[in-house]
């Protein structure tokens, strides 16, 4: 993860995804995903590994940028990353966050349906059935329902 100059906090989002895109222009997706000041590398191989990000640093710096050893993984097998848990594998759920949204309290009103909804519809990729199984709950989503009052209909 690259930690901006002072400089460039104040550049506003829109300029550093043109800055750091600029200079990994040549690099995203044959080995590096960028997200404004998240970046991956993702390799092959171990030895491959060492090459991405070494060449990663050595543009940060060749840049002025630099990566805060603190938000740094090096040469991990998974990483979060927006919401996600990347590996080579493919994309799964963040159990962290899923598991947040399990033990949410029963929504008692339209807003507090509308919090809930809202985590579990990022996921929803990854639950078979999703909208059938929701289906009772954004029922209550329409204007002209009666949210429940009690246990048994929630």
């Known amino acids: ?6 400089w460039l906090c104040h550049l506003g989002s829109p300029m550093l995804l043109l800055l750091v895109n600029d200079i990994f222009q040549d690099l995203l997706d044959a080995y590096v995903v960028v997200y404004l000041d998240d970046i991956i590398a993702f390799s092959k191989s171990e030895e491959e590994h060492v090459t ?12 002025n940028l630099v990566a805060k050893k603190s938000k740094c993984l090096f040469h991990g097998s998974s990483v979060e990353y927006l919401g996600y848990v990347v ?3 493919g994309l799964n759920i963040d159990q962290a966050k899923f ?29 078979k059935n999703y909208s059938k199984k929701i289906s009772s709950l954004t029922s209550f989503l329409n204007k002209d329902s009666c949210f429940p009052l009690n246990e048994e209909a929630l």
């Open 52 to 63: 991405h990000v070494s060449t990663v640093l050595s543009r940060l710096r060749a840049n």
């Open 99 to 127: 598991q947040k949204i399990l033990n949410w309290p029963p929504p008692r009103n339209l807003k507090a349906l509308q919090y809930l909804l809202g985590p579990a519809n990022f996921y929803r990729r990854f639950i």
């Open 87 to 89: 590996s080579s594998e």
């Open 1 to 6: 993860m690259a930690v901006m100059s002072t």
